[in-house]
């Protein structure tokens, strides 16, 4: 059993940029460790399969107000007011049980595997839209930049239908959530909280007033045994949705073709085998995983975990980039389309694994079947060294992809 370290591992931009060696490393060498994030947030580190899953069903690691306390820590005063919208506060990823419990069923009953299976014509029909514009606006060398022409507008517009934002607002909407991920001030994460919040205020009240075919409609309406999911309940709500159902989807999508164009053999198994589309995305999923760390939690007491004693009070997050690389699974470094896609943990688990990930799946088998279909070709026109990540140590997403079409 080993106690916290004197001084923390520093980890720098090579956290984001060569984000699986670094992960690699830290996991060889211990499981759990006490690091400072880019951006200066001190957290106990966990990077091993078991322990991740071990974290993330244990009540002694707390998610309750755990933004407040976050928020607390980088003022450093006990009494701080957040800088972040009330509003927010009443998320899942915020919430312990029963109080998670109330609300993740009552979101449940609206956002469900079955409410996702009949989006797929429309998913189809956004995509083969999006492919349209992409053909016929190419440069004559075939080249495209798939982020911001495909990858990008695909999840953004079948999440803002599905919670029924207009397209009007869409802008403005999706810039607030990339501000909220990002790993920027937090004044700016602040001050888009107060924008999204604001405005989803509005919005809930208008449907609930007037009530459309969509998401956010339903769950104004939802109700069990008479209990309803209040305003900030519903604001939070949506907010989540939309960060999970967006940006996750985004990273899936360009980095699951990167990887795709970087394994030529496993390009070409896909094209033979199109039934292979699930497994191709369970395996995507977990080869480049999309999130990279977990929402925040803090421990209640004393913990020990993988060896190491984490104590009362301390930030934990968990790397599920780094778990779904580690020997849990044979030859973890390769791609393989063929790999049983059980067990990893790009969606999390526990009980704040991921609602959106039916949602997630078939948008991902959408996006590269449909794409695979449309172009027989598909090749990186760029050297793969000069790509970049984004900067954000929660989510692992490309910041460009030019890939050239034929």
């Keep these: 059993m080993t106690?916290?370290?004197v001084e923390p591992m520093v980890l720098g931009d090579d956290f984001i940029q060569e984000a699986h060696r670094v992960a690699a490393d830290m996991r060889q060498s211990t499981p759990v460790r006490f690091v400072v994030l880019p951006g200066g947030f001190p957290v106990w580190l966990i990077t091993g399969y078991a322990e991740a899953r071990a974290a993330m069903t244990d009540p002694r690691f707390s998610s309750h107000r755990v933004y407040d306390r976050l928020e607390r820590l980088r003022l450093g005063d006990d009494n701080a007011e957040s800088q972040f919208s009330p509003d927010l506060a009443e998320n899942l990823l915020n919430l312990d049980p029963p109080n998670h419990t109330r609300l993740r069923?009552?979101?449940a009953k609206v956002f469900t595997t079955g409410s996702v299976a009949p989006l797929r014509p429309r998913i189809e029909q956004i995509t083969d839209e999006l492919l349209d514009e992409m053909a016929a606006t190419m440069a004559a060398?075939?080249?495209v930049e798939l982020l911001t022409d495909y990858a990008y507008p695909l999840p953004i517009r079948v999440i803002c239908e599905l919670l029924g934002i207009p397209a009007t607002d869409r802008k403005d909407f999706i810039g607030w959530s990339r501000t909220m991920v990002a790993t920027t001030t937090p004044e700016e994460i602040g001050a888009a909280s107060m924008h999204m919040a604001g405005y989803l205020r509005t919005l809930v009240e208008a449907k609930r007033h007037d009530p459309g075919d969509d998401l956010l409609s339903r769950l104004v309406h939802v109700s069990e045994d008479g209990d309803r999911i209040t305003v900030p309940e519903l604001i939070s709500t949506a907010v989540v949705l939309l960060t999970g159902g967006f940006e996750t989807t985004v990273n899936l999508i360009s980095s699951g073709l990167l990887a795709l164009v970087r394994h030529p053999d496993q390009l070409r198994l896909l094209r033979d085998q199109p039934t292979?589309?699930?497994q191709a995305v369970e395996e995507l999923l977990r080869y480049e995983t999309p999130n990279n760390l977990s929402s925040p939690r803090y421990t209640t007491e004393p913990v020990e975990l993988g060896g190491i004693t984490i104590p009362a009070g301390h930030f934990v997050m968990v790397s599920w980039l780094a778990a779904n690389?580690?020997?849990?699974?044979?030859e973890p470094d390769r791609l393989d389309l063929t790999r049983p896609g059980t067990g990893h943990l790009a969606f999390g688990h526990g009980i704040h694994r991921c609602l959106g990930a039916p949602l997630a799946r078939l948008e991902g088998e959408i996006a590269?079947?449909?794409l695979?279909?449309?172009?027989?070709?598909?090749?990186?026109?760029?050297d793969p060294e000069t790509l970049r990540w984004r900067y954000s140590t929660a989510m692992h997403g490309l910041e460009t992809l030019p890939v050239r079409l034929s």
Excluded: N
């Design 3 to 5: 106690t916290i370290p």
């Design 105 to 107: 069923k009552l979101v």
């Design 141 to 143: 060398d075939g080249v």
């Design 276 to 278: 292979l589309l699930p």
């Design 325 to 330: 690389r580690s020997e849990r699974f044979a």
């Design 368 to 370: 590269f079947g449909r």
């Design 372 to 382: 695979l279909d449309r172009f027989g070709h598909i090749e990186l026109a760029a």
